[in-house]
């Protein structure tokens, strides 16, 4: 593991670490976001707002989080926390962190959050398998017990499909899969494919409106393939735990300029001064792009990798 502090872009000082194949990027003076991800030295896999396009700068910002507090997208992953509420979700946080190394791990604190009740931290540790183990924790700053579920967003470049397995479980008369909509959501969108086993969605760049879908995936495992790259997210589930927006712990999200690559935590009480951590796996590898979208070829992509 190799670690590097750069100026990137419009991000300031980034700490660029390279473990075998796959390069990241996190931002030490905003965020917490990974910004950059590639493999091999490919391309970014990561979505970046260089031109700051997607922020909230509204009255109810204000109202919540101080004069002139403004929260930008950037891009890269993020850690919210869910439920979501405006203006709460959308946190301020565009301070420095700190950072350290101990071993093979780099953890990224918020130190500061203006009228937040939370606060965020990233924790990567790099494995001896070329995988990357993702911490992301929500600590409670406030004086009270918040409820809520540990958020994990990847906001991924455009142009590829995310996919997602649904469960076959054999429940008899019982329901055995739970997909959850948006008021916006339209299933009719040429973007969205339905087959018997899994969901898929492409980000199309032409779409000119929003989509949003939503699963609960007994597997925890999402994906996104994108420039002859596969991004594989895998996350633990509990049968017995309750989750947010109906139930669910996997969510995709595009729009015009990025795809969202979601995975949530089981809803939890956290006590003043408490934090809750909910840990993704992250693997990389070469991966033809898809022509089209079956139960076939989706399932032979997730037996070779």
């Given at each position: 593991m190799n670690i590097e502090i750069l100026e990137y872009k419009n991000y300031g000082k980034t700490a660029f670490i390279t473990h075998g194949n796959i390069k990241l990027g996190i931002t030490t003076e905003l965020g917490p976001r990974v910004?950059?991800?590639?493999?091999?030295?490919?391309?970014?896999?990561?979505?970046?707002?260089?031109?700051?396009?997607?922020?909230?700068?509204?009255?109810?910002?204000?109202?919540?989080?101080?004069k002139d507090a403004v929260w930008y997208l950037y891009g890269g992953h993020r850690i919210w926390m869910s439920p979501e509420a405006y203006p709460e979700t959308y946190l301020n946080d565009n301070f420095p962190l700190k950072y350290e190394q101990n071993g093979n791990s780099v953890t990224f604190s918020q130190q500061t959050l203006p009228n937040s009740k939370i606060m965020t931290e990233l924790k990567l540790v790099f494995e001896n398998d070329g995988a990357v183990s993702v911490y992301n924790t929500v600590?409670?700053?406030?004086?009270?017990?918040?409820n809520g579920s540990v958020w994990a967003l990847?906001?991924?470049?455009?142009?590829?499909?995310?996919?997602?397995k649904l469960s076959d479980e054999n429940t008899?008369?019982?329901?055995?899969?739970?997909?959850?909509?948006?008021?916006?959501?339209?299933?009719?969108?040429?973007?969205?494919?339905l087959t018997d086993k899994f969901i898929a969605v492409r980000q199309d760049k032409t779409a000119g409106c929003d989509f949003k879908i939503a699963c609960e995936s007994k597997e925890g495992t999402v994906y996104y393939l994108n420039k002859n790259v596969l991004f594989k997210k895998t996350f633990a589930y509990d049968e017995n735990a309750q989750y947010p927006d109906w139930g669910v712990n996997c969510e995709f999200f595009t729009g015009n300029n990025f795809?969202?690559?979601?995975?949530?935590?089981?809803?939890?009480?956290?006590?003043?001064?408490?934090?809750?951590?909910?840990?993704?796996?992250?693997?990389?590898s070469e991966c033809d792009s898809l022509t089209e979208i079956s139960d076939d070829l989706l399932e032979k992509i997730i037996k070779n990798h």
């Open positions: 910004i950059y991800m590639s493999y091999n030295g490919g391309e970014n896999l990561f979505f970046e707002d260089i031109n700051r396009e997607t922020m909230r700068n509204d009255p109810p910002m204000s109202d919540v989080f101080g600590k409670n700053v406030s004086s009270e017990t918040v990847s906001v991924m470049a455009q142009g590829g499909v995310g996919f997602v008899g008369l019982l329901p055995n899969r739970r997909i959850v909509l948006w008021p916006y959501t339209k299933l009719s969108d040429k973007r969205l494919t795809f969202e690559l979601e995975s949530l935590s089981a809803l939890q009480d956290i006590p003043a001064g408490s934090s809750i951590t909910h840990k993704e796996i992250w693997a990389l």
